[in-house]
């Protein structure tokens, strides 16, 4: 960065800002003072109760030999993993639309225009690191897991990871490029040139996402960050979509777009396998911890929820021309065709394996169908729950309001589930128990109805 | 042609499509108020089988209103639409069938190519099996696309939306057709190849309402032309 760049950046800056006073400096340090305040006040002491609670002498006497090692580098590398995939939706360097329209598209070396928001989100990165290794090392000493020196340790390993999730943050921007990163002789070397090689149209996109999203969660609306952040489908096209029967089709639909979303099928499948095996294995003994059961459930949620990506673009299509010969609520049942089938083969499967190995009886895989059911209602009421009421964002409510009103759906899985099945797994008869499954689940399912026929009216 | 068939007969197969019908579709007196915003002045508009009618108006003057109306996905606040004599009203099956409309966008999967929309819209309209396959190829060769097929809707320049969305109209069965600017986006030679599909489901039997800016296309199929007033 030459000197005449620097000016050139600092007279565009003083021409955005005009006559308002530069609080930017203020600005960045809140959130820092925020964040130091929070991990001290809140972090530390759950953090120390975290790892009481999680049996202080095993973790001890496992947390510092080879194993412990192999396990917290391998949990490290695989978020480090995850972080180029959030780098292609949104990087670290986002700046805003008119700033990347009259300044990074200019003349100027992008790595002069950009380098203050690399900063920032480095910046943000490291000290975010530095809190969470702080945190995790006061918890561990005053647990008394770890000595008191362990501290230090911990806060440069949490800042070397602040580094490395910051690096590979950007490589997931650059990578994201439309143009692709081959090299160009007339762009500059180096490391920190890693800007240079952002281009417009890809900053400019991620901006745009950026405000929609960000406008999206504001407004409640999860649906709109949803479709902004699904990565467009390209696999298997040369694949055809069948033709076959009106109510076919549609499960045919969802099997082909799952063939062309790998990962979300197989995200799906192995969440559902896991969490219909957790919630067969909580069913065999009454000792089994309530928390079992719940854990279960919100696997099975998630993992029925992947599989469900036509329910939902079903409910996202509404208000839009209807082209389809069905009806509105007998579209929505079709859509729930494939993953009801998967959950019951996954569970079938897991079920079998389990009752080989002697740990469930062959009976538990009717109670993985009968909480099939409740997950099928649960995801028909999330898909058409449509917008949160005007009430949830007034000022008596707040979050707490809007967190409470998305998550109903899976609170009532929850507490459907969560109490059949503890309940099943302490009495001498467990089918009273389902029979009480069925009959909250009919009503889930009314529930999820309901929605649908309201979404069909207004639509 | 769009009326070719597959060989073979479509009572075994799935229903015929369009034209013998002879539905009247009628807005009397038909207007739009919300609250004191004036969207539609009372308009009357016939449309028999075999017969187009095109409205015509400045910008904002509710043409796209009243096709709404026609298409029963918005009530009136004056006057009275019908089909047959009955009240208007897209959830009604009998209006569904009956009518087949572009208003705006219509929604598109995006897990799902071209071709897969085509088969999805024709088999959940009752055509099964190789004959629906052979419709969405013949649909899309019509509307000269039939080289995008496998490209996945994100991946269409906005004419090529156009055409198939219209596409997405076209193959599924209906006996009226109610398209809002379908012109619009498209180059001077598809707008001519759009003209004669049009003119060919019309001599087929399908009654066409439509709001057009394209003075050629106008001229080569309306029967009746109706001017909107601006409100």
Redesign the interface.
């Known amino acids: 960065m030459t000197g005449a760049d620097k000016q050139r950046l600092r007279q565009v800056r003083a021409a955005i800002l005009g006559d308002r006073p530069d609080t930017s400096r203020n600005d960045t340090l809140y959130p820092v003072y925020v964040a130091v305040i929070g991990a001290g006040a809140y972090g530390i002491p759950a953090a120390q109760q975290l790892f009481r609670s999680l049996d202080g002498k095993w973790l001890a006497a496992h947390a510092w030999t080879p194993v412990g090692a192999i396990v917290v580098v391998s949990v490290a590398a695989l978020l480090l993993a995850l972080v180029p995939m959030v780098g292609r939706v949104h990087g670290p360097v986002v700046p805003p639309l008119p700033y990347l329209e009259l300044v990074v598209a200019s003349p100027m070396p992008r790595k002069v225009t950009l380098a203050r928001n690399w900063r920032l989100s480095l910046g943000g990165s490291i000290i975010g690191g530095l809190l969470v290794g702080a945190v995790g090392g006061g918890g561990l000493a005053i647990a008394k897991v770890a000595p008191p020196v362990a501290l230090l340790p911990a806060t440069a390993a949490g800042g070397l990871f602040g580094v490395l999730v910051a690096e590979l943050w950007l490589q997931g921007q650059m990578h994201a490029s439309p143009l692709g990163l081959r090299p160009e002789s007339l762009l500059p070397r180096g490391r920190r040139n890693a800007l240079a090689l952002l281009d417009i149209t890809g900053l400019k996109r991620q901006a745009a996402s950026n405000a929609t999203i960000g406008g999206a969660v504001l407004a409640g609306d999860l649906r709109t960050v949803r479709l902004d952040a699904?990565r467009?489908?390209?696999h298997a096209?040369?694949v055809?979509?069948?033709?076959?029967?009106?109510l076919v089709?549609?499960a045919r639909?969802d099997l082909?777009?799952l063939r062309?979303?790998p990962w979300s099928a197989l995200y799906g499948l192995g969440f559902a396998a896991a969490g219909s095996a957790g919630l067969m294995l909580s069913l065999q003994s009454p000792r089994t911890p309530t928390v079992a059961p719940l854990v279960s459930l919100i696997v099975a949620y998630l993992g029925f929820g992947a599989l469900c990506?036509?329910l939902r673009?079903h409910a996202?299509?509404?208000g839009?021309?209807?082209?389809?010969?069905?009806?509105y609520r007998d579209?929505a049942l079709a859509h729930l065709v494939v993953p009801m089938s998967a959950w019951a083969l996954s569970a079938l499967i897991v079920n079998a394996g389990l009752s080989l190995a002697g740990l469930v009886r062959p009976a538990a895989f009717v109670w993985a169908l009968g909480a099939g059911a409740l997950l099928a209602g649960s995801h028909l009421m999330a898909s058409f729950r449509g917008l949160p009421p005007i009430g949830v964002f007034g000022p008596r409510a707040g979050v707490p309001a809007m967190v409470f009103w998305y998550a109903k759906p899976l609170l009532a899985t929850l507490v459907v589930g969560t109490a059949t099945t503890a309940w099943a797994a302490r009495i001498a008869a467990p089918w009273v128990a389902f029979s009480w499954l069925l009959v909250l689940t009919a009503g889930v399912v009314t529930w999820g109805l309901v929605l649908v026929d309201k979404r069909?009216?207004r639509s | 042609m769009l009326g070719r068939r597959g060989p073979a007969a479509p009572d075994v197969h799935g229903p015929d499509l369009r034209g013998s019908a002879g539905h009247v579709l009628r807005a009397a007196g038909v207007g739009k108020k919300i609250d004191e915003a004036v969207l539609l002045l009372p308009t009357d508009v016939e449309l028999a089988a075999t017969e187009c009618v095109v409205l015509r108006g400045p910008n904002g003057s509710g043409k796209t209103t009243l096709l709404r109306i026609l298409a029963g996905t918005l009530s009136p606040s004056e006057g009275e639409a019908t089909l047959d004599g009955s009240h208007v009203d897209e959830r009604h099956e009998s209006t569904r069938t009956a009518i087949a409309a572009l208003i705006g966008a219509p929604a598109t999967y995006r897990d799902l190519t071209l071709v897969d929309h085509l088969v999805l819209i024709d088999s959940t309209w009752g055509r099964v099996g190789q004959h629906a396959d052979d419709h969405a190829d013949e649909i899309l060769e019509l509307l000269e696309i039939d080289h995008l097929a496998e490209r996945f809707p994100h991946e269409l320049s906005s004419g090529q939306q156009q055409l198939f969305h219209l596409a997405m109209v076209l193959v599924r069965p209906s006996s009226i057709l109610v398209l809002d600017e379908p012109e619009q986006r498209l180059d001077p030679d598809k707008r001519d190849l759009l003209t004669r599909i049009l003119l060919d489901r019309k001599t087929d039997g399908s009654g066409l309402l439509i709001a057009c800016h394209d003075p050629a296309m106008t001229g080569a199929l309306a029967d009746t032309v109706v001017d909107i007033q601006s409100a």
Not at chain 1, 240 to 246: I, V
Not at chain 1, 320 to 327: I, P, Q
């Open positions: 699904a467009p489908a390209t096209r040369h055809r979509l069948r033709a076959s029967g009106p089709v549609i639909r082909l777009g062309r979303a990506e036509g673009l996202d299509n509404s839009t021309s209807r082209l389809l010969g069905l009806a579209t069909d009216r």
